[in-house]
């Protein structure tokens, strides 16, 4: 009962009603008024006709994308050769960089432990 209870709730219930509604008397709505047509077949002569434009709308961009993506791995190669070949460049700018700062601190561990080895052996 709390989901009745704000706005939301009640657009759901409604719906939730009217699809019940529909499936149960979609039979006995007459539309046109010749008793030859009623709501249920109206409402599935609709949904076909959407889903055909639908599907084929998603068949046209789906034969553009395959034309796309054909027409990039003929001129520029394969996407794979292609995110190789970007990967392997980054990974080479960041691991010498890595390199770098690892070698860094690495010099100026061992330089200051030599030097405090040094100055211990002044001081005995």
């Known amino acids: 009962m709390a989901l009745l209870a704000n ?9 939730g009603l009217a699809i019940a509604a529909f499936q149960e008397f979609g039979d ?11 709501l249920k077949d109206v409402a599935q002569a609709v949904w076909d006709m959407i889903t055909e434009t639908v599907g084929e709308a998603c068949d046209w961009i ?11 791995d003929e001129s520029v190669g394969s996407w794979q050769d292609i ?10 700018v960041v691991s010498t960089q890595i ?26």
């Open 62 to 72: 789906s034969g553009l994308w395959s034309d796309l993506t054909g027409f990039l």
């Open 28 to 38: 006995e709505i007459d539309i046109f008024g010749d008793g030859m047509s009623n």
């Open 99 to 124: 390199n770098a700062v690892i070698n860094t601190f690495a010099t100026a561990y061992m330089l200051g432990k030599r030097g405090l080895e040094q100055c211990a052996a002044v001081f005995q």
């Open 7 to 15: 706005p939301i709730g009640l657009v759901v219930a409604g719906i």
């Open 83 to 92: 995110f190789n070949s970007v990967m392997g460049f980054i990974y080479a």
